[in-house]
Each structure stands twice: as structure tokens, then as C-alpha cells.
Nanobody, 120 residues
Framework: QVHLVESGGGLVQPGGSLRLSCAAS????????MGWYRQAPGKQRELVVV???????NYADSVKGRFTISKDNAKNTVYLQMNSLKPEDTAVYYC??????????????WGQGIQVTVSS
């Protein structure tokens, strides 16, 4: 059984920073493709960033230069560093991980979602 737990969200003023974490636990061998999505009230879920195991990274234009995805393989944890936050970044953020299990099979998992609110 695999679980993803997100943390690090909250309320921040415009121009501030937050770091979201997505910790995977269970029978995990490695993390393949990793990504973050977000969904603002009344809007569809949208891609924030996706990074393949080969290192190809695709950021949404709206976050380029401000957000950075990274991971700690030893902790099976993926991070989203968010700088220069804007009110329009307010949304529920979801991590999305393609995980390889101990027997080599891969599966996509979603985090539970975490609220990020940017407001003065």
C-alpha cells in the first residue's frame, strides 16, 4: 500500500514563499515522473510542473522562474518551492507521482491536496 502525504501549505502574503512537500510511503522502489497540479475555486485542475525521470521539466508559463520542483530520493519526497507568490497562485495543490514498486510495476498516485492562499 502506498500513501502520499502533502504538507507545507498555508496563508502567505504576496511576494512570500512556501515549500510544499509530498512524502510517499510504502513499498516504493523509485519515483519516475513527478508533478504538481493546482485547482482554484471554480476552475479546472491545471498543471503546475511535471518532471520526468530523464530530467525533462515542463513548467506552466505562469510559474516559470518562480517555482522549482525537486526531490529527495532517500526520503521518497518531492518538493515544490514557490517564490514570489501572487494572489492568483491561490489554489489547492496536488502532487502527482508515478512510482515504481518493489516488483518493478509502476502506478500513478495523487496526493490529498493542500491549500495555498496568497493574500495580504
Amino acid at each position: 500500500q502506498v500513501h502520499l502525504v502533502e504538507s507545507g501549505g498555508g496563508l502567505v502574503q504576496p511576494g512570500g514563499s512556501l515549500r510544499l512537500s509530498c512524502a510517499a510511503s510504502g513499498s516504493i522502489l523509485s519515483i519516475n515522473t513527478m508533478g504538481w497540479y493546482r485547482q482554484a475555486p471554480g476552475k479546472q485542475r491545471e498543471l503546475v510542473v511535471v518532471k520526468t525521470s530523464g530530467g525533462n521539466t515542463n513548467y506552466a508559463d505562469s510559474v516559470k522562474g518562480r517555482f522549482t520542483i525537486s526531490k529527495d530520493n532517500a526520503k521518497n519526497t518531492v518538493y515544490l518551492q514557490m517564490n514570489s507568490l501572487k494572489p492568483e497562485d491561490t489554489a489547492v495543490y496536488y502532487c502527482n507521482l508515478n512510482l515504481v514498486g518493489l516488483y518493478g510495476s509502476s502506478k500513478v498516485y495523487w496526493g490529498q491536496g493542500i491549500q495555498v492562499t496568497v493574500s495580504s
